[in-house]
């Protein structure tokens, strides 16, 4: 289907088999035990593994030393802090696996080997952003020859019932909390702009022990999807040694559950287990969530991510069996005034973007919310009825409404392969960057039971410009921020507004109404 790694995490994996078995660790199916412990042997076999990945996070050391200051800067005794937790993490808390003798031991991993990499290491070099348009380039030039981007569910997992679809510092920011009742009214929690294309928030995850050090993740709150992942500190794959990993033996509030958890999808797989503990969102503390943690991952995008876990924030229906997602859990324990939480996503090279959990903010908006009803409370879905070009239909929709998802863990604005093929043609963004005069405005025309609703996504937002620059400061690539994603039914076919949507209108997801509000965000002029 081509490249795109990043961009497909969140689409691909969002048709996922997740399925979840009641067997104790102690009891896992022999394939998943061989799996594991092969993993292992490579592991043990490969010595330069290790190496390389040492080499890798020493790189990003230096890239944070060299900037000086930075948003994700890990102090020398925030690293001491976090080396030794992994030290006593190793000794204390062990894989989960029967042993066996005719398997090697598991490496041990030298102390100097860095466990995560500063945020201020993680923007993209000019080469890496060079290889990320060549892989838009892939993508929109295959459109072009006729490729589709069908998602295909096996039959046996189309057929089988209960199959549940998954996709794939310190804590800061400013708090209003009601003196009467102690819940928080609103709180607005920092993300960092990853390249306009990734926005990462940091979380705490446990309560730690005495003498051990606070564990924190910086996380992509995602509304397409509604499960919490983070790395066990058992997980030996790259993509786990060079993010944070949850040692939890180091947490009194943690607790192990009786379920292992295998996911596979487009670009890799995931294996690992569920478990319970306290998380902590700046003044709101969620108690005995359950989250997923990851024991091993294939699949170059755990290592090309810029962020050490995800939180899903759409509704229960499309967690897995009853596991509850994280924003269902401050509902139930009525930890917020107002059920809704909100994104406001900025353009570097401004930081300025957040998630507000609680009332809306209303320095972040301009004019008056705009409220669409959830067409079905699973995705955060609404109807669409048309998108125009320059106020001409562009026949989106054959029988109108169409599914439109808003979704903040993708990066793009999606559609069915033929449409958005046909609109990356119309559009013509040139690649050099030149004649961006003439192009127009996309209108998404949304609607519910009360009316239709337009929403204006002129070129500044829809048209993708890289930070690095050409001699006359006009930027080196430019292309249509658009992707071509054919989703089966029932899910789909399904459009999807993303991040590049979400840059221009400051968006609220009201749980206590099921509905979705937009209004221009405050800079988006």
Same mark, same amino acid.
């Given at each position: 289907?081509?490249?795109? /790694?990043?961009?497909? $995490?969140?689409?691909?994996?969002?048709?996922?088999?997740?399925?979840?078995?009641?067997?104790?660790?102690?009891?896992?199916?022999?394939?998943?035990?061989? !799996?594991? #412990? #092969?993993?292992?042997?490579?592991?043990?076999?490969?010595?330069? *593994?290790?190496?390389? =990945?040492?080499?890798?996070?020493?790189?990003?050391?230096?890239?944070?030393?060299?900037?000086?200051?930075?948003?994700?800067?890990?102090?020398?005794?925030?690293? %001491? %802090?976090?080396?030794?937790?992994?030290?006593?993490?190793?000794?204390?808390?062990?894989?989960?696996?029967?042993?066996?003798?005719?398997?090697?031991?598991?490496?041990?991993?030298?102390?100097?080997?860095?466990?995560?990499?500063?945020?201020?290491?993680?923007?993209?070099?000019?080469?890496? #952003?060079?290889? &990320?348009?060549?892989?838009?380039?892939?993508?929109?030039?295959?459109?072009?020859?006729?490729?589709?981007?069908?998602?295909?569910?096996? %039959?046996?997992?189309?057929?089988?019932?209960?199959?549940?679809?998954?996709?794939?510092?310190?804590?800061?920011?400013?708090?209003?909390?009601?003196?009467?009742?102690?819940?928080?009214?609103?709180?607005? $929690?920092?993300?960092?702009?990853?390249?306009?294309?990734?926005?990462?928030?940091?979380?705490? +995850?446990?309560?730690?022990?005495? !003498?051990?050090?606070?564990?924190?993740?910086?996380?992509?709150?995602?509304?397409?999807?509604?499960?919490?992942?983070?790395?066990?500190?058992?997980?030996?794959?790259? !993509?786990?040694? =060079?993010?944070?990993?949850?040692?939890?033996?180091?947490?009194?509030?943690?607790?192990?559950?009786? +379920?292992?958890?295998?996911?596979?999808?487009?670009?890799?797989?995931?294996?690992?287990?569920?478990?319970?503990?306290?998380?902590?969102?700046?003044?709101?503390? +969620?108690?005995?969530?359950?989250?997923?943690?990851?024991?091993?991952?294939?699949?170059?995008?755990?290592?090309?991510?810029? &962020?050490?876990? =995800?939180?899903?924030?759409?509704?229960?229906?499309?967690?897995?069996?009853?596991?509850? /997602?994280?924003?269902?859990?401050?509902?139930?324990?009525?930890?917020?005034?107002?059920?809704?939480?909100? *994104?406001?996503?900025? @353009?570097?090279?401004?930081?300025?973007?957040?998630?507000?959990?609680?009332?809306?903010?209303?320095?972040?908006?301009?004019?008056?919310?705009?409220?669409?009803?959830?067409?079905?409370?699973?995705?955060? #879905?609404?109807?669409?009825?048309?998108?125009?070009?320059?106020?001409?239909?562009?026949?989106?929709?054959?029988?109108?409404?169409?599914?439109?998802?808003?979704?903040?863990?993708?990066?793009?604005?999606?559609?069915?392969?033929?449409?958005?093929?046909?609109?990356?043609?119309?559009?013509?963004?040139?690649?050099?960057?030149?004649?961006?005069?003439? @192009?127009?405005?996309?209108?998404?025309?949304?609607?519910?039971?009360?009316?239709?609703?337009? &929403?204006?996504?002129?070129?500044?937002?829809?048209?993708?410009?890289?930070?690095?620059?050409?001699?006359?400061?006009?930027?080196?690539?430019?292309?249509?921020?658009?992707?071509?994603?054919?989703?089966?039914?029932?899910?789909?076919?399904? &459009?999807?507004?993303?991040?590049?949507?979400?840059?221009?209108?400051?968006?609220?997801?009201?749980?206590?109404?099921?509905?979705?509000?937009?209004?221009?965000?405050?800079?988006?002029?």
């Amino acid at each position: 289907m081509g490249g795109l /790694p990043l961009l497909l $995490l969140a689409l691909l994996a969002m048709l996922a088999c997740l399925s979840f078995s009641t067997q104790q660790a102690d009891a896992l199916p022999m394939q998943m035990v061989k !799996g594991i #412990e #092969e993993a292992k042997e490579s592991h043990a076999r490969d010595a330069e *593994f290790e190496h390389t =990945i040492a080499l890798q996070i020493a790189e990003s050391a230096r890239v944070v030393q060299e900037d000086g200051q930075g948003e994700g800067e890990e102090t020398a005794a925030e690293a %001491e %802090e976090e080396a030794d937790a992994s030290s006593s993490s190793t000794v204390e808390h062990g894989s989960s696996l029967p042993a066996s003798p005719a398997s090697p031991a598991a490496p041990v991993l030298p102390r100097t080997l860095p466990r995560r990499i500063p945020l201020v290491a993680r923007q993209r070099t000019e080469q890496e #952003e060079q290889d &990320f348009f060549a892989l838009i380039d892939e993508h929109q030039d295959n459109l072009e020859m006729g490729m589709t981007m069908q998602l295909e569910l096996a %039959e046996e997992v189309q057929q089988q019932e209960g199959t549940h679809f998954y996709r794939f510092g310190r804590l800061r920011g400013s708090a209003i909390v009601d003196e009467k009742s102690g819940k928080v009214k609103e709180y607005k $929690l920092p993300l960092i702009d990853i390249n306009n294309s990734q926005y990462v928030g940091r979380i705490e +995850v446990g309560t730690p022990k005495k !003498g051990t050090p606070h564990q924190y993740f910086d996380v992509i709150f995602d509304t397409g999807s509604s499960n919490l992942w983070i790395n066990s500190d058992t997980c030996l794959s790259e !993509g786990c040694l =060079i993010h944070r990993r949850f040692h939890p033996a180091n947490s009194k509030t943690y607790k192990k559950l009786p +379920v292992e958890m295998s996911v596979q999808f487009g670009t890799g797989s995931l294996e690992g287990f569920l478990a319970q503990d306290t998380f902590t969102l700046g003044p709101v503390r +969620v108690h005995g969530q359950t989250f997923g943690q990851i024991r091993r991952s294939t699949g170059s995008v755990f290592v090309t991510g810029k &962020f050490d876990g =995800i939180l899903g924030m759409s509704f229960p229906s499309l967690s897995a069996h009853s596991y509850k /997602p994280v924003f269902d859990s401050m509902m139930e324990q009525e930890l917020l005034t107002s059920n809704m939480f909100s *994104f406001y996503y900025s @353009l570097l090279p401004k930081q300025n973007s957040a998630i507000m959990l609680g009332e809306p903010i209303k320095a972040m908006y301009k004019g008056d919310l705009t409220w669409v009803a959830v067409s079905k409370p699973f995705y955060w #879905e609404v109807n669409l009825i048309d998108i125009e070009y320059d106020g001409v239909s562009t026949n989106a929709c054959a029988e109108p409404p169409c599914k439109a998802v808003v979704d903040t863990g993708t990066s793009l604005l999606t559609g069915p392969s033929v449409y958005t093929t046909r609109m990356i043609r119309q559009l013509n963004v040139d690649r050099t960057c030149n004649d961006m005069e003439n @192009l127009k405005t996309l209108t998404y025309i949304l609607s519910d039971d009360n009316g239709e609703y337009r &929403f204006d996504v002129d070129p500044k937002f829809f048209v993708l410009k890289s930070m690095a620059k050409r001699a006359d400061g006009k930027p080196k690539f430019c292309r249509a921020g658009m992707m071509a994603l054919d989703v089966p039914k029932p899910r789909g076919p399904l &459009f999807i507004l993303g991040d590049v949507f979400m840059r221009k209108y400051y968006t609220v997801f009201d749980r206590d109404n099921n509905r979705i509000g937009f209004a221009l965000a405050a800079d988006s002029n």
